[in-house]
């Protein structure tokens, strides 16, 4: 009889682990590819306006919004989003990516 319980146990124990293994794996998979299209935006975003100038003029704008946690959004940020959504209109960051991106150069 306790070989017969720790024969099960053992069975219910391999399932539970391997489940939760798989299942681990599907999170950590589906986070990945989120970060890596948010990491491929952020690197495009920045990459193409490098020189711009409206964009290097929001450096300090930038930082007091990420500072701020969004709170404080200057003139020179605002040009500078509304410049680079009109530039990559089909880019998918939204306002703090975007200037965390403006920062990174």
Known sequence: ??????LG???LWVLATSASASSFVATTDT??????????????ASSSLRDDKIVLAARSDAASFIASQGAIRGVRLEAALQHIR????DL????EQLAQAILSR
């Open 1 to 6: 009889m306790i070989a017969l319980r720790t």
């Open 9 to 11: 146990f053992s069975v």
């Open 31 to 44: 986070l990945g590819g989120a970060l890596m299209g948010t990491s491929d935006a952020m690197s495009d």
């Open 86 to 89: 009109q530039q990559a209109p």
């Open 92 to 95: 998918a960051a939204d306002d």
